[in-house]
T-cell receptor
Framework: RKEVEQDPGPFNVPEGATVAFNCTYS??????FFWYRQDCRKEPKLLMS???SGNEDGRFTAQLNRASQYISLLIRDSKLSDSATYLC??????????FGTGTSLTVIP | DAGVTQSPTHLIKTRGQHVTLRCSPI?????VSWYQQVLGQGPQFIFQ???????GRGNFPDRFSARQFPNYSSELNVNALLLGDSALYLC?????????????FGQGTRLTVV
């Protein structure tokens, strides 16, 4: 079983739409949770950390449900510049990062 | 400040050859990790080094090896290359804390095995 499971998409949404990505993880001892963004042929870059209390950064909201081992990312008012692959990341002891397959998002004018 | 730097950026090798990839972490970061990203997949953990010691190893064959130097830079070595080793190899550095912190990635080395 994979450490992290994500719906690969692709998600094609119009500008201004709200889109949600989901992710599940298998190891209940996982310690930290992140969403990374990866543009085509570029390296992943941190979008936001995810906390149990939920956290928001502008148009982006991340949620963590430890009981269900579930992580989500909500993007409101989608912009063309949001088009990218969004990677769900879970860490266990020792700073080892486990990535999901990534979810592809294309925002259409 | 320089970010994580990797070299070379692109590389073409033939099957059976050996390759060495290099990574310099962000200044002050003592932990370096290596990841393999095959097209269409998320990065897969290969190795982690901290203070020149291996602290973690992913599910990769013994053809893959790595080391970290006193200046915290790192090398990833792959022997007897296979076509399936073609991928983007990413290096990440971060600080080593009890609570895992953000990992900063280099731009990667794109390896093509022909």
């Amino acid at each position: 079983r994979k450490e992290v499971e994500q719906d690969p998409g692709p998600f094609n949404v119009p500008e201004g739409a709200t889109v949600a990505f989901n992710c599940t993880y298998s190891n209940s001892a996982s310690q930290s949770f992140f969403w990374y963004r990866q543009d085509c042929r570029k390296e992943p870059k941190l979008l936001m950390s995810v906390y149990s209390s939920g956290n928001e950064d502008g148009r982006f909201t991340a949620q963590l449900n430890r009981a269900s081992q579930y992580i989500s990312l909500l993007i409101r008012d989608s912009k063309l510049s949001d088009s990218a692959t969004y990677l769900c990341v879970v860490t266990q002891t020792g700073n080892q990062f486990y990535f999901g397959t990534g979810t592809s998002l294309t925002v259409i004018p | 400040d320089a970010g994580v730097t990797q070299s070379p950026t692109h590389l073409i090798k033939t099957r059976g050859q050996h390759v060495t990839l290099r990574c310099s972490p962000i200044s002050g970061h003592k932990s370096v990790s290596w990841y393999q990203q095959v097209l269409g997949q998320g990065p897969q953990f290969i190795f982690q080094y901290y203070e020149k010691e291996e602290r973690g190893r992913g599910n990769f064959p013994d053809r893959f090896s790595a080391r970290q130097f006193p200046n915290y830079s790192s090398e990833l070595n792959v022997n007897a290359l296979l076509l399936g080793d073609s991928a983007l190899y990413l290096c990440a550095s971060n600080t080593w804390t009890a609570m895992n912190t953000e990992a900063f990635f280099g731009q990667g080395t794109r390896l093509t095995v022909v």
